[in-house]
């Protein structure tokens, strides 16, 4: 990957909690696009999906990262898991 293709990367982070969600949008290795929390009341699973579908849409992101939740290590709850 070229300096050039490194600016552009746009990467979404999120993280799961088990009252919605935190993001952050980054493009290239040092300029916050965006960051904020969501949250969800009320049919989390379908709403949490669908805001993160919202967000995905609008920042059209090269990447996405979340945690892994399947490793030894990872503390969330079963539902954000």
């Known amino acids: 990957m070229n300096e ?19 993001y952050a949008v980054f493009e290239g290795p040092a300029t916050l696009v965006d960051w904020g929390t969501k949250d969800i009341r009320r049919d989390k699973e379908r709403v949490a999906l669908h805001k993160i579908g919202e967000l995905v849409r609008q920042y059209l992101p090269t990447v996405i990262v979340v945690e892994d939740c399947t490793h030894r290590q990872s503390r969330r709850n079963p539902r954000v898991r």
């Open 4 to 22: 050039t293709q490194y600016r552009q990367l746009r990467v979404l982070a999120i993280d799961p909690h088990p009252r919605g969600f935190g």
